[in-house]
């Protein structure tokens, strides 16, 4: 396990519950398609600030949550007292025993920089039999706001911002699922349009709170300006009269591992 991993403080976990609560809920799903049994040993990749850990716990399972962020494990750690959460990064992390089910919601896009090894430890991680049941963001999620960001940019003379995620069509994640030893019984690809109740100030809050990276090393002068330039660039597709609409597409999948 890797315990300092502060390239991975991406956002703030105190802000995270309160505004994007919306990313664990939308997660109650995938919590029964893992069917997590009484006694059961699951690993939550990616766990953020526990609150899907903790339903899992709930439903009788012996749970470890693992994830990138110190201030998220921080958060869960305060959450839950007497559950186990622990910094590591999805890419190169180890376990001791093998677990029967790996869990993971809205976090693998993130782990980017290579996801077959994330898929390899994934793997390790298992027994044989194992399950690995998650979500993630599929192809063409948010297009609409990365179009709207990269078009922003342009605009404004910036070098094109390295986009942090990782969105595979279905056909790409199955194909490395099969080659890392996994046997896919499940793959759902679908779109989730999902309000961003939360983000009173749009595109622009969503780019702050979920892709503030590309905001590093800007001149500070322009962000207003630019992020303003991003909503009125995704207004036309994404502003509704209820409020703003990302447009999520998901893939959804359960693998077990031969
Ligand atoms: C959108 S949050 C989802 C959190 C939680 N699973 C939920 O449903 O609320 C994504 C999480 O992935 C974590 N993450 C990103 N890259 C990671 C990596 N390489 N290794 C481990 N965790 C990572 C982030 O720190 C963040 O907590």
Redesign the pocket.
Known sequence: MRYDTPS?E?WNSRAYDSSFGY??TQ?APLVDLLDPRPGERVLDL????G??TAQIAFRGADVLG????AA?IEKALAQYPGMNFII????DFTVVDPYDAVFS???LH??SRDPVAVIASVREALKPGGRFVAEMGGAGNCAELTTAMLTAWREYGLREPDLPWYFPTPAEYARRLEQEGFVVRLLEYFDRPTPLDECPGGAADWVRMFASSVLEGLPPEIVEPLLGRVNELAAPALRRESGWMADYVRLRFAAVRR
């Not at 590591?88 to 890419?91: A, F, Q, R, S, T």
């Open positions: 991975l991406r990313v664990s997660g990616g766990c953020g600030t609150v899907l693992i994830d990138g962020s998220m590591g990064d999805g890419h919601n809205a976090a993130w782990m």
